[in-house]
């Protein structure tokens, strides 16, 4: 289930599907779109019609290029694409996961009736964006060191008391570090995060402060414990050098495994950008801890 909260309507850029905004270009043009999911709890899966989507960035670092039909795209996520533009009037569709209702624009290159409002381009069935498509540009500079303290975040609740959960722990934000247990991290250790999602939802998990690099994704074996996820002959998970990123979006039963450096000392909070998830208590704080003096 992408998310519980269905809205009347779904926008792009402030417009409705039946008043979309019209992007004007012309025929064989280069173009960069930026996706921004500006969203409260929508996952979108984003297609062009008529063009296949060339994933250049996202969360504002450059990946090695990779070209597919269509991306989800979670609240707080960013991607940049390009695209050589066709001839005509093509759909640019946000639909809105598990809901049948989407967002709209208009990509326009030459004269012709506009797209409907519930346009589908068969782009919408093809090849998605994985995560584990996606690799950091050689420019961009990361540590690939192994880490020096790891966090298990079991992102945990449900559908009935709409209490969404941490490591057990629901998160407060009126007395921040009240019934939580916050990651304890020292300035200048290599972390890894691994984010287990434990719940039928998307969690678009974001880390505040910091870059991560993508180490590791893949899915939960049936029946998975905590013990199982500490058991080293059951917790095995292929490790790459993926995509920085600040928000990545954990699937339903699925784990992804994050790394970064602690740099920038301070006390983050680390949440699901579901706003209603974040609101009713996923989130915990990165403690930076003193050093221990020798």
């Given amino acids: ?13 402030g417009h409705l ?3 979309p905004e019209t992007f004007a270009a012309r025929p064989g043009q280069r173009a960069r779109i930026r996706l921004i999911s500006a969203a409260g709890t929508t996952t979108f899966r984003v297609a062009l019609g008529g063009h296949r989507l060339t994933v250049t960035h996202t969360d504002g670092f450059p990946v090695e290029p990779i070209t597919v039909d269509n991306l989800h795209i979670g609240a707080g996520e960013r991607y940049d694409v390009l695209v050589t533009l066709g001839d005509g009037a093509f759909p640019l569709v946000a639909v809105a996961e598990g809901h049948g209702a989407q967002a709209l624009g208009v990509v326009r290159t030459a004269s012709g009736a506009a797209p409907s409002a519930a346009a589908a381009p068969r782009e919408l069935s093809g090849r998605l964006l994985r995560l584990t498509d996606l690799r950091a540009a050689p420019t961009v500079d990361q540590d690939d060191l ?8 079991h992102l945990t609740g449900d559908m009935f008391s709409f209490a969404w959960r941490i490591n057990a722990q629901s998160y407060d934000h009126r007395r921040p570090f009240s019934g939580i247990t916050p990651a304890a991290i020292r300035e200048g250790q290599r972390v890894r995060l691994e984010l287990v999602n434990q719940t039928p ?10 870059s991560f690099t993508v180490r ?8 998975a414990t905590a013990g199982d996820l500490r058991d080293p002959a059951r917790n095995r998970l292929p490790l790459f050098a993926g995509a920085v990123k ?6 339903p039963g699925e784990r992804v495994i994050v790394d970064f450096t ?11 950008h579901n706003a209603y998830h974040m609101g009713t208590g996923m989130a915990t704080i990165i403690s930076y801890v003193a050093t221990s003096s020798s």
């Fill in 201 to 210: 939802m998307y969690h678009p998990m974001h880390v505040h402060g910091h």
């Fill in 17 to 19: 599907p039946t008043d």
């Fill in 146 to 153: 192994p880490p020096d303290v790891t966090h298990t975040l």
């Fill in 262 to 272: 602690a740099d920038n000392p301070g006390q983050w909070l680390t949440h699901c």
């Fill in 216 to 223: 590791g994704s893949g899915d939960l074996f049936p029946g």
């Fill in 1 to 13: 289930m992408a998310d519980s909260v269905r809205y009347p309507f779904y926008l792009l850029n």
């Fill in 246 to 251: 600040d928000t990545v979006m954990v699937a």
